[in-house]
């Protein structure tokens, strides 16, 4: 992986979503020099880190990383998404069962 392609990535959907750095920092969870490290391509985020960015600028982590449209991915990246903006509120049994639903195990008990 290229990390200055990735802060490339980073730094044009900032000016697309007319965000600063600082903001993408903050919603991320990172300092502003952290940022500035991933988008110059010195250090590259952890995958809780990377994910918050990518929700932050709405886009998925494999557009980021890779440089795949958030749209090639079709239903599941749109799934992806919508399970990473959701994950903080989900309960571990919600996480349980979606992890069953995505490997194919059906575990209903006759609830």
């Known amino acids: ?19 600063t750095q600082k ?14 490290h991933y988008i110059k391509g010195d250090r590259v985020p952890r995958s809780t880190v990377l994910n918050k960015i990518a929700i932050s600028l709405d886009t998925t982590t494999e557009y980021l990383l890779e440089g795949i449209p958030s749209d090639a ?27 069953n639903i995505l490997m194919g195990e059906d575990n209903e008990q006759g609830d």
């Open 23 to 36: 903001e993408l920092a903050t919603k991320a969870g990172v300092t502003e020099a952290a940022m500035s």
């Open 73 to 99: 991915r079709g239903e599941l990246g749109y799934a992806r998404r919508l399970i990473a903006r959701n994950v903080e509120q989900m309960t571990k049994k919600e996480k349980l069962e979606l992890i």
């Open 1 to 19: 992986m290229s990390t200055d392609l990735m802060g490339d990535r980073i730094r044009q959907l900032l000016e697309k979503q007319n965000m």
